[in-house]
């Protein structure tokens, strides 16, 4: 059996322009992730790391890095995408309403955008859905490389602090995007998102149905909560780290999550780290291994 290649797209954003909030730990995750996979395998070749800082994690960015990096990988390697950055809800576009999101709203990762542009910068669960699909099939052979997602960000809910931090050291992970009270108001003022404007169209020429992938989803939070961002970098990618480098040999991905859940609440009760097999993924395979 080969050797798999990992393949990473590591996604961290601090310097949001206004009127977004600035954070201060985004780059800090990612570079932690960087020389976590550096320092802990063995062989260099098998790394094949891409990431995304500030001003190049644009939406059209991102996309790429999904469709031009991580594609490459085949049945027997191994996925990771991480992003640390802002989250937020946003309108929903009516086909979803009356479909798949009978509360009217996207979930969404905050790109960076830059002064002036008119490009989107929200990059929809939807939208997600379809490039993890894209990724799970790029091979052609009908099974897909071993896929994990790590998401530092939140969509709503209130941050707290605590005492191992400086006062106002924390601020949350999360911005506001919905303007109006109501859908239907969002929609008359054209608040709501247009189907043609997710992914190039793709839900205009495929029924509205997310592409499923298996793989496993790590979130900072749930619905409700905020994530933490600190100058020493996310709550949650630093709990999930503490874990990952404390590790007496290998773990599976359930242990991961309660370890990192644990750790996590010890330094911030109120956020709550989230857990998700999807299509079928086993959790109790080993981390990034799949063994």
Not at 33 to 56: D, G, I
Not at 129 to 158: K, W
Not at 207 to 225: F, K
Not at 263 to 279: K, R, Y
Request: with cysteine.
């Amino acid at each position: 059996m080969p050797t798999p290649k990992i393949y990473t797209l590591f996604v961290g954003i601090d310097a949001y322009l206004p009127p977004i909030s600035k954070l201060n730990g985004c780059i800090k995750d990612i570079d932690r992730l960087t020389t976590y996979l550096r320092t802990s395998v063995e062989q260099a070749e098998q790394l094949y790391l891409l990431t995304l800082r500030n001003e190049e994690a644009t939406y059209q960015g991102i996309i790429q890095g999904f469709r031009q990096h991580l594609c490459q990988a085949t049945q027997d390697d191994i996925v990771w995408f991480h992003f640390s950055g802002h989250g937020t809800e946003s309108y929903t576009a009516p086909e979803f309403k009356n479909s798949i999101e009978p509360n009217g709203k996207d979930q969404n990762l905050v790109c960076y955008r830059a002064a002036g542009s008119s490009v989107t910068q929200l990059l929809a669960d939807k939208e997600l859905g379809i490039l993890l699909h894209e990724v799970a099939t790029a091979s052609g052979t009908g099974q897909a490389p071993h896929m994990v997602v790590s998401l530092d960000c939140c969509h709503s809910g209130s941050g707290t602090r605590f005492d191992e931090w400086e006062a106002n050291a924390i601020q949350p992970r999360t911005i506001t995007q919905r303007h109006y009270p109501a859908y239907e108001q969002a929609v008359a003022s054209g608040d709501a998102r247009s189907l043609e404007s997710y992914l190039d169209g793709y839900f205009q020429q495929n029924p509205l149905v997310i592409p499923l992938a298996e793989h496993i989803l790590l979130s900072a939070c749930t619905s409700i909560q905020t994530a933490g961002d600190s100058v020493r970098g996310g709550i949650f990618t630093r709990g999930l780290l503490e874990v990952l480098e404390s590790a007496q040999g290998p773990l599976n991905y359930s242990d991961l999550f309660l370890r990192t859940r644990a750790t996590v609440q010890a330094l911030q009760e109120d956020q709550l780290p989230q857990f998700e097999t999807i299509g079928g993924f086993d959790p109790y395979r080993q981390f990034l291994s799949g063994t």
